[in-house]
């Protein structure tokens, strides 16, 4: 338990100490983004979409990002190993893109510690095609490996704007138990990173003086009428499928 804090705090305080300046590029973008009306969106595969779900409709969050949830890539709805498939196939990430609504001016943040699976990186490559801009969460630590795209392109490739390391090992884990290892640190990481990305935004609507859209916590005194003052907006509104 100790060994695996300490492996944690240490991931965390490679972020802090070499991510700062991508943080702030990713900030700058997103908040320019909603500026002018457009999409904030954040696709990830498998365990990679849990980040995407860390950001939605979750107290002390900005009402800003939106997740592309599709089937096939989820635990929650598919079996797990054909998950590991779906992942890798091209045409697929193609589709997705082309049933979306990215388009030129929009954002998009593409999550994936190994960078080379053909979902994700279609999906920013796609994406990019469009117009939008791409931010991109990886693990540097895996450039050694090949991507499985046919492009031979990675999520850490210059195409696109802002590149963000997580610095989490390869393999995820971190805590050796028996010739492999276990503790995966990779959702910490993220879950930093997104979260410090969204504050930062919420500062720069400050910074301008403006009124950053932040969701609260309904379980808390005040907080449910809070949230319903919020609702009233119609991009919110659209964002949470309210009527």
């Known amino acids: ?5 300490e492996s944690i705090k240490k991931v965390l305080d490679e972020v802090e100490q070499n991510e700062k300046e991508n943080i702030e590029k990713a900030a700058q973008l997103i908040y320019e983004t909603a500026k002018n009306d457009k ?24 009402a800003l990002f939106e997740p592309i949830f599709v089937p096939g890539l989820s635990v ?25 609504r990215i388009n030129k001016g929009d954002c998009i943040i593409v999550v994936s510690t190994s960078g080379g699976n053909a979902v994700p990186v279609t999906v920013a490559l796609e994406s990019k095609r469009r117009g939008a801009k791409v931010i991109t969460l990886i693990s ?10 046919s492009t031979g392109k990675k999520l850490g490739d210059e195409t696109f704007d802002v590149v963000i390391d997580n610095h989490v090992p390869v393999g995820d884990s971190v805590i050796p138990i028996n010739g492999v290892t276990m503790g995966p640190v990779s959702t910490y990481a993220g879950a930093y990173i997104l979260h410090s990305i969204s504050m930062r935004v919420a500062e720069k609507y400050l910074e301008n003086g403006e009124q950053p859209d932040i969701l609260v916590s309904s379980n808390i005194p005040g907080g449910e009428q809070m949230n319903k003052e919020l609702f009233k907006k119609k991009r919110v509104r659209n964002l949470y499928f309210l009527p």
């Open 140 to 149: 540097k630590n895996y450039e050694k490996f090949d991507s499985n795209h």
């Open 1 to 5: 338990m100790n060994k695996y804090l």
């Open 39 to 62: 999409h904030v969106y954040i696709f990830g595969c498998t365990h990679s979409s849990i980040l995407a779900e860390e950001v939605y409709y979750r107290a002390g969050t900005l």
């Open 76 to 100: 929650t709805t598919t079996k797990p190993r054909l998950t590991s498939f779906i992942e890798r196939n091209e045409q697929y990430g193609k589709d997705i893109v082309e049933s979306s």
